[in-house]
């Protein structure tokens, strides 16, 4: 199950609507990065089983190059976007299932 993709997507919709934005259609980084970024957070949190601490995200999200800011406003984005959001979401969820490298 897609924990964190799920709650930064709900946050993100209640974002959107809570401000009337429907998003640009820009991540503010590449589809690749977005992916690469969340399927590290999903699968740090699959290995812990538990919420996991801030360090240890914090060192997900920086060996990707983004920030949490950076994901949420990504994850805003894509509240308007739902075909593509799917599709990313299916990729978190393969990449999140991959052995790391």
Known sequence: ML???ALIAALAGFGATASGCSGSGNLG???STYVAAMAGLERLQ?????PTDQARRDSVMQAAGVTATQLVR??????????RASELWRAIDRRSRETPE
């Open 29 to 31: 980084m590449s589809d």
């Open 46 to 50: 699959r290995e812990a089983g538990a």
């Open 3 to 5: 924990v964190l993709p």
């Open 74 to 83: 990504a994850a805003e984005v894509l509240a308007s976007q739902p075909g």
